[in-house]
Structure formats: C-alpha cells, structure tokens
C-alpha cells in the first residue's frame, strides 16, 4: 500500500513537472511572437512613413477634403450607358475620376466586386490621362481631389477582403500621389517656361520646345508665349535700327525682354561714340557683333521676325559704320560692301555661284540659305545621302544627332539652326572652364530643365524642375552660355591670339602657323587649345588617323577632354548681316597665309583642322592620343563638321 502511494505521489510530480516546463515554453513562444510581430509592424511603419512624405504634405493640406460628388448611375444599372457615352462628356478629367470613385465605393459597400471592377476601369482611364495632361491651372483642384479620394479609399480600406485591397485601394492611392506630382510639375514647368520667355527666348526654345504630343495647356502657353516673343523681338529690332540711326532716340529701357535689353544696352553707347568718330567704339562694336551676331539671340521660332525687319535694321548698321573691309576697297555703298565681305568669306561654290549669276546676295538671309543650299549639292556627307536626305537643313540636323557631344544633346541644342555648331563648341568649354565638386560640372552653358522631361521618376523630375526654376528667376542671360551678352572685355579669354598677344604671352599667331604647317607635313593632327598648360607654347601635334575622335567607338574619356582647354580653331556661325570674319577666317581653311602669298595652301589649312590628308611617312612626334570611351565627343577644332566641307561651312 505504501509503494503504491509513493508511485502516485511520483507520478504527480511529474505531471506538474512537464505542466510547468510545457506552460513556460509556451509563454516564451508568445513574447517571442509577439515581439516579432512588433518588429514587423514597425518595420511597416517606418516604410510606410518614407514612402507617404509627399502624400502626407497633400492630405495634410486638405484633411478636410472630401468627395464633391454622389455615385449616381452606377455600373449595375441599366443606364449606366448614359452614363459612360454621355454624362462623362460634360464633365472634366477631375470630375469623372472622383466621380468613378464614388461608384467603387458604393459597389464595394454592397459587396458587388464585379461591377465596382467596371467603374475602376474608366477611374483608371481617366486618372492616366489627367496624370499625362493635368493643367497647372487645375493644379490645386488635383490636389484636393487626390486627398479626397485617399481619404475615401482609407476609410473603406476595413470592408474590402484582404485579397482586393491591392487593386481597390493600395494602386489607386500610388496613383493618386503621382497625380498630386504631376500637377506640381505642370505647375514648375509653366513658370520655368513663362520666366525664360522674359529672360532669353534662346533658352526657352531649348527647355520649352513642344513634342507632338505635349498636353492641350502646353501648347496653348507656347502659342501665346511665342506671340509675345515676336512681338518683343519686333520692338527690339525697331529701338536697335533706332540707335544706329540716332543715338540720342535709343530707348533701351522700352524692352522688356533681358537678353535683348542687356544686348541693346551694350551696342547703344558703341554706336553713339563710334558715329561720332570713335573707331575703337566701332571696332568693339564690329568685334561683338562677330563674337554674337544678332540673330543669334534669336531662337528658329523668331527667325521671321529678323527676315521681316532686316532692311530697316541692315541699312541703320551700315549708315552707321562701313566694315574696314568695304573702306579699304573704296566701297561705300551697302550692297557693293556686301558683294566684297561675301568674296573674302564664303565658300568657293558659292563666290563662282555669285560670278554665274545663280546666287542673289541683295538679301543676306536668303544668300546664307542658297549658299547652304549650294554647298549641300557640291559636298552632301553620305550619311545624309544613305538616309534619303535631300534638304540642308535636314541633313544638317541629321549630322548634328550623329556627331554632337551628348552634354550638347542633354542641353536641348538640336542642330536646328546652323549656328548650334557654335553653342555646342561653347557649352562644352563651359564644361571645361566650369567644373563642379564632381569634377562634371555644367558650368553656364546648362539650359535650365532642358533635360528634366527624361527623368522618369515623377519626385525627382519635380526636383529638377524646381531647380531650373529657381536658377532661371536668380540668373540672368549673362548666366546663360557663352557669356554672350556682356561687354566685349569679358569676350576676350574666348578670342584666342588676340588676347594673349594684349596679356604679352610669348606665342604669336605666326608661330601658331608655322606649327600647324610643321605638324601637317608630318601627317599630324594639330591642336592648339593647351593654352592654360603652357601660354607659350599652346600646340600639341597628334597622330594622323583619319579623325578617329568622331568615330563613336573611339571617343575620349570625360576627364580626358576636360582637361584640354578650347582650342579657339571651331569657327563663329557666318552671318551675312556685318561680314566681320578677319581676314584669315576663310570659310573653310581659317589660314592667314592664304591672303597674304603665305606658304599654307587650302589643302594643307584643310589638313590641319580636320585630320591628315597628307601621304608624308615622316615620323611625327606626337603627345599621347586620348584613350577611347563611347560616351563623350571631344573638342578638337570643329566638334560638328569633320572633314566634310558642307558640314564645317554649315556648323562653323
């Protein structure tokens, strides 16, 4: 009997024993459970949180905000035709998306999937399309409506089964946010574009320019922003013909656009000195209209506007002051200094198309495009031959894509206009002369949210887009590329020899020659841009290969053209209006010699700026060719025209 007892007290035991441990083991399962559910929810938190900040800021905004609309015909009744093919038609993109969510709430809270999937359909068609269009106009609008419908979605969240939540709530909710973004953007870019309208239209062109499928309210703004301009350029064309033809009646102060003003502003006091007899005056004068002639503040848009008032604006300029040129061959007249500055710069085909009669040059504009028109025909580069091109300017445009740089590109610099050869040879010296921390800074040449619209993500193209607009209002034109409206002093670190032989630095222009004359004897590629390395001695002589740097297999490293300075060889767009090329400026050669019985003949000055066409086996000493990259063009003499002559006179 007692063994018995002592079993049953035993067996006890080690029932309240296993109890015990199977008891506390449990309950550090649940803290342990617990505890990880704790984690995992604030982890949710936390990503929730940095994924909202912007949504927060709009809900924040409107947390009063509700839906302005009862779901009316719904998608389970008969009439819901009416509703689709007719009522959406009187109602804005706005309206008919927070319309359609008041439909999705009524069928979820009746628990008809189905049909609140058919009213999701047409919320999503026309939240995509607002996302895509949304007017700046309607920008708070948006932004109230996406809180309110966030709000509604939030409060519903509860009833719908765990397995829909995605589609009916979560989705629309991102997309909301995106179109809260949207209305932001559309916001920025109208005031970007509105504020580089007054400041340079130059610069509007490139950052504004439309797609053919830009938005409704795009387009309307640049309709009516483009009025303004030309109407602008207009009264800028009137004050500067004004001022030629009386200084004291020069109302600079009458134009409101800055790049035209700041222009106006530097030309009217050279015009009164220098038709008072100044000739410094006039030759500064003569130096910035050659430096930025005046139709290239003007961007392809506003080009008519120069063709509508360039007689008035031509005979005022010549009245005022006749080229040295034109002085020195006893011509006094508009058109015979005309006929000689066109014999000293243009093109061979197009001096003979003058002399056969097949060139009128009474209209400079004019003889410009049929000079391009005829070069074209004589030299078509065979790209532009094997791409079907038979325009100029189309084919000018084609070359500009295969050949600029990619900073050019991202800039907005198209190759529309001929002079774009130019810009993109100065915005990449601006690259050069103005890195960042990074060592890949824009510098000045940046064209304020030019490239904003290929960024993707819709919070940093909001970024971008604030950025340009802030350095659009901070900055004015002389910001801008090229410095190219401030007085000539500050042209002259741009204009190569002069302003070195004005600081005493020892290597003239002759011995500049005689290098290149060296350098392309030996079958070399010369480049005189290392001015900053060595003032004295500025020119380097590379291999001969046929242009290599423009293939785009065999492109230099970004910092490896950084590190050159400009070379100063890539020539100024020609304009006919003033013909104030320097004598050694041939269209095509660029070599002083040609005029004065030098040694240098057109082949060899050809040579020299494009590459090696020399048979000469001579070794050559040579600085190290850059090593290849694929992404960035160089700068070496003309970054467009290669060796093509078409190219070089049309991009030069």
């Given at each position: 009997m007692q063994k018995r007892d002592s079993k049953i007290i035993f067996s006890i035991f080690l029932i309240i024993l296993i109890?015990?441990?199977?008891?506390?083991?449990?309950?550090?399962?649940?803290?342990?459970?617990?505890?990880?559910?704790s984690s995992a929810d604030a982890q949710v938190s936390l990503e929730n949180n940095s994924n909202s900040d912007d949504e927060n800021e709009v809900d924040a905004e409107f947390s009063?905000?509700?839906?302005?609309?009862?779901?009316?015909?719904?998608?389970?009744?008969?009439?819901?035709?009416?509703?689709?093919?007719?009522?959406?038609?009187?109602?804005?993109?706005?309206?008919?998306?927070?319309?359609?969510?008041?439909?999705?709430?009524?069928?979820?809270?009746?628990?008809n999937y189905d049909d609140a999937r058919k009213a999701l359909i047409k919320y999503k068609e026309f939240a995509d399309k607002l996302e895509n269009e949304v007017d700046p106009s309607k920008k708070e609008e948006a932004r109230r409506t996406a809180a309110a419908i966030r709000k509604t979605l939030?409060?519903?969240?509860?009833?719908?089964?765990?397995?829909?939540?995605?589609?009916?709530?979560?989705?629309?909710?991102?997309?909301?946010?995106?179109?809260?973004?949207?209305?932001?953007?559309a916001s920025k870019i109208k005031d970007l574009c509105e504020t580089l309208a007054k400041v340079d239209p130059v610069q509007y062109s490139r950052t504004c320019k439309l797609e053919n499928d830009a938005p409704k309210w795009q387009k309307d703004l640049d309709k009516k922003l483009t009025k303004e301009q030309k109407a602008e350029a207009e009264n800028f064309f009137e004050v500067m013909s004004q001022c030629f033809e009386d200084a004291s009646q020069c109302k600079c102060d009458e134009i409101s656009v800055t790049a035209f003003a700041d222009r106006c502003s530097v030309i009217a006091p050279l015009a009164a000195e220098c038709d008072s007899g100044n000739e410094e005056s006039c030759t500064k004068m003569d130096d910035l209209e050659q430096e930025q002639p005046i139709e290239d503040l003007l961007p392809p848009h506003l080009q008519q506007v120069m063709a509508k008032l360039q007689n008035r604006y031509d005979n005022s300029k010549y009245d005022n002051h006749m080229p040295m040129e034109c002085e020195e061959a006893g011509v006094t007249d508009k058109k015979g200094c005309i006929e000689v500055m066109f014999k000293l710069n243009a093109p061979e085909e197009c001096?003979?198309?003058?002399?056969?009669?097949k060139l009128d040059i009474s209209n400079e504009r004019e003889a410009r495009a049929k000079c391009e028109e005829i070069m074209f025909n004589a030299n078509a580069p065979q790209e532009c031959i094997d791409a079907g091109l038979k325009d100029h300017k189309e084919c000018g445009k084609f070359m500009f894509k295969q050949n600029a740089p990619q900073e050019?590109?991202?800039?907005?610099?198209?190759?529309?206009?001929?002079k774009d050869g130019k810009e993109c040879q100065k915005l990449m010296e601006q690259f050069r002369d103005n890195d960042g921390p990074d060592n890949r800074g824009r510098g000045n040449a940046f064209a304020f949210g030019a490239d904003c619209a290929k960024i993707s993500d819709k919070d940093k193209k909001l970024e971008c887009f604030e950025n340009a607009f802030t350095n659009a209002q901070n900055r004015g034109p002389e910001n801008f590329e090229d410095r190219q409206f401030q007085p000539r002093d500050n042209f002259e670190d741009q204009r190569g020899f002069d302003n070195r032989r004005e600081q005493g630095q020892g290597f003239t222009r002759e011995q500049e020659q005689q290098f290149i004359r060296e350098c392309t004897a030996k079958g070399g590629r010369w480049d005189c841009g290392f001015a900053r390395e060595n003032p004295n001695n500025p020119c380097k002589c590379?291999?001969?290969e046929d242009r290599p740097?423009?293939?785009?297999?065999?492109?230099?490293?970004?910092?490896?053209?950084?590190?050159?300075?400009?070379?100063?060889?890539?020539?100024?767009?020609?304009?006919?209006?003033?013909?104030?090329e320097e004598r050694g400026d041939n269209f095509q050669e660029g070599s002083d010699e040609n005029h004065d019985g030098g040694e240098v003949s057109n082949s060899e000055s050809d040579s020299s700026s494009s590459g090696s066409s020399s048979t000469n086996t001579e070794p050559v000493k040579t600085e190290p060719a850059p090593e290849p990259d694929p992404t960035t063009a160089p700068i070496t003499g003309n970054v467009i025209g290669g060796d093509n002559p078409f190219m070089n006179y049309y991009y030069k």
């Open positions: 109890t015990s441990i199977l008891s506390f083991n449990l309950v550090l399962a649940e803290e342990d459970t617990n505890s990880n559910n009063d905000a509700t839906l302005s609309t009862e779901a009316g015909i719904t998608p389970d009744s008969g009439l819901y035709f009416w509703e689709d093919k007719v009522l959406t038609k009187f109602r804005s993109d706005i309206e008919n998306r927070e319309k359609k969510i008041a439909e999705i709430k009524q069928m979820i809270e009746e628990g939030r409060e519903l969240k509860d009833q719908i089964p765990e397995d829909k939540r995605t589609e009916f709530v979560d989705n629309i909710i991102d997309q909301e946010g995106r179109i809260a973004t949207a209305a932001e953007i001096v003979q198309a003058l002399e056969d009669g050019c590109i991202d800039a907005g610099i198209t190759g529309e206009s001929s590379f291999p001969g740097e423009f293939r785009p297999d065999n492109q230099p490293k970004e910092d490896d053209f950084r590190q050159q300075p400009p070379q100063g060889e890539f020539k100024d767009p020609d304009n006919f209006n003033n013909f104030q």
